[in-house]
């Protein structure tokens, strides 16, 4: 790895190379190393660079499809009504108020599989399989079975286990909660924990195996006890782990679209920015108003990805000087 | 683990520390209490465990079930096993099937990998083996298009198809879906071509090995795993999207997901054929999931986390 970069002479500043030559031989050279990543390179840039541009002008647009003729520029009235319209705020908060609350509680119990994971004990290897699955479940599907299989308030499993239960201490009055209607972002919640913990659950096992060990065990031996070695080992250690797992997390719970159309199809307070954004344009036609809140979105990414892009840089350039 | 433990066995009775374990003494001092806390952990990880797989286990249960035995409460776990639900979902009585969507995502799927292959490989050649000068604004670069949400983008996405007349075109979806995979797979290859040793690539160098025999003999070896459990990466993230397939296709080039959100209301006793259609559905990625298992880590954070 170390040797990557060092590989890359220092050409170009030495005076002893006065001919045009090897100038223009070294720029073929250069273009040389360069040509294997232009494809990819450009590709990236068309496909995902150039629409944003194309967003960005339309959002300053007066735009609906079906009102062609009085479509015109619109300066910033786009963004006021985003951050105005009762419908759009709503989406911003819930799009908060989703990626945190999903973020945080995968973290948490996904640090608490982690550190169980870490012991040896009978089975890991499949009690780690068993772990992931939730992951590996196509979203839409999983949204699907959340909504009809578990959640549904008759026949799911969540409300059939509590009879099962009530009825064995006797009991036939079971609590039967309708959490799909009565606390609607609260099942998208529970349904995106669910889907994320073995995520968070994954990095953070990575990063509790790249802990040194030596230094545990001299800490052991100076008769710290766990909780010590937890608290001022382990944890400073998962610390670029944790906020890696937090930020990724955020940055793709922001974005999600399958378990808010699938679980609840937006009602009820439920719809995030994405699927705002996806109804404004798919449904209203309001193309201008649409790409105003995409560009909002992505504001608020680029708030997230800057801490991101930091953390993923300094684990990086920790591999990097292995 | 210091140099003074495998002296310790020796001047140590077996008989307590093997007798709760079976596990080698030199081992068992080396952590504190080791038995108790692994016994409790086990058994909390397994209920943990069991906790969050049950979905998935009721799933694929209930798919073997009948509809009535599908919809009891409480449960009817020990139900007759029955494929009724699979053949309804292969369009037993409705005739519609379910194998073009299902064909559709295989074509995004599989076509897109091949095309993230073919441009991820060089340019994280030109960006590991014989890196460019600015190879890690180039990396970041990659990652910060990643990192933009895709509403960002899909309105222009949808009013160039619809003007350019790839709308519910299967090939459109494979470039959008080659440009949301490429950055993740930059990032990957580049962590695995980087773990190819430079002292072999020099050698081979001054042997006089061209570039293909080089690429074939030091360099694919290293990095065959890797680049298949990028692929696999890549293939379960397509197969998996929903919204731009959502907003791209329609009844020609339509996607399983998209097929799967037809039974977002509910219709009826369908819970047993529901579930068999996640099932189906999420079969390629659970074999492409455990198949990648050991990489999963490193593809979910763009290589930061081996």
Known sequence: ?322 | MSTLTPAAPQSTPPGPTALNTGRSPRRGKSRMDPTRNNTAAGVAAWLLALLFAAPVLWMILTSFHSETDAATNPPSIAADITLDAYQEFFGASSGVSPWPPLINSATASIFSTVLVLVLAIPAAYALSIRPIKKWTDVMFFFLSTKMMPVVAAILPLFLFAKTAGALDNIWFLVLMYTSMNLPIAVWMMRSFLAEVPVEMLEASQIDGAGLLLTLRKIVAPVAMPGIAATALICFIFSWNELLLARVLTGVMAGTAPVFLTGFVSSQGLFLAKVCAAAVVISLPVLFAGFAAQDKLVQGLSLGAVK
């Open chain 1, 1 to 322: 790895m170390t040797t990557a970069p060092a590989r890359i002479s220092p050409t170009g500043h030495s005076a002893t190379r006065p001919s045009r030559n090897a100038k223009s031989r070294e720029r073929a050279m250069a273009w040389a190393r360069r040509a294997p990543l232009l494809p990819a390179l450009i590709f990236v840039i068309i496909v995902t660079q150039l629409p944003f541009v194309v967003t960005l002008i339309i959002s300053f647009l007066n735009w609906n499809s079906l009102r062609p003729d009085q479509s015109g520029f619109a300066g910033f009235s786009n963004y006021v009504e985003v951050l105005t319209n009762a419908d759009l705020r709503q989406a911003i908060l819930t799009t908060i108020v989703l990626t945190v609350s999903v973020v945080l509680a995968s973290l948490a119990i996904g640090l608490g599989l982690a550190l169980l994971l870490d012991k040896k004990f009978i089975g890991r290897g499949l009690a780690r399989t068993l772990l992931i699955a939730p992951f590996l479940v196509v979203p839409v599907a999983a949204a699907l079975v959340w909504k009809h299989a578990l959640l549904n308030p008759t026949y799911g499993l969540i409300n059939g286990t509590l009879t099962w239960i009530w009825s064995l201490f006797g009991s036939d009055t079971p609590p039967q909660p309708d959490l799909l209607s009565q606390a609607p972002l609260m099942a998208v919640i529970l349904s995106l924990v669910w889907q994320w913990t073995p995520f968070m659950m994954l990095i953070l096992l990575a990063g509790l195996q790249s802990r040194p060990m030596d230094t545990v065990e001299a800490a052991q031996m100076d008769g710290a006890t766990p909780w010590d070695i937890f608290r001022h080992l382990t944890l400073p250690h998962l610390r670029q782990y944790l906020e890696l797992g937090g930020l990724l997390g955020a940055i793709y719970i922001v974005q999600n679209f399958d378990a808010v159309f699938t679980l609840t199809s937006g009602g009820l307070g439920t719809a995030n920015l994405p699927y705002a954004v996806y109804q404004t344009f798919y449904f209203a036609n309001e193309y201008g108003l649409a790409s105003a809140a995409g560009v909002v979105v992505v504001i608020g990414t680029i708030i997230v990805a800057t801490f991101a892009l930091r953390t993923v840089f300094s684990l990086f350039k920790k591999e990097a000087a292995r």
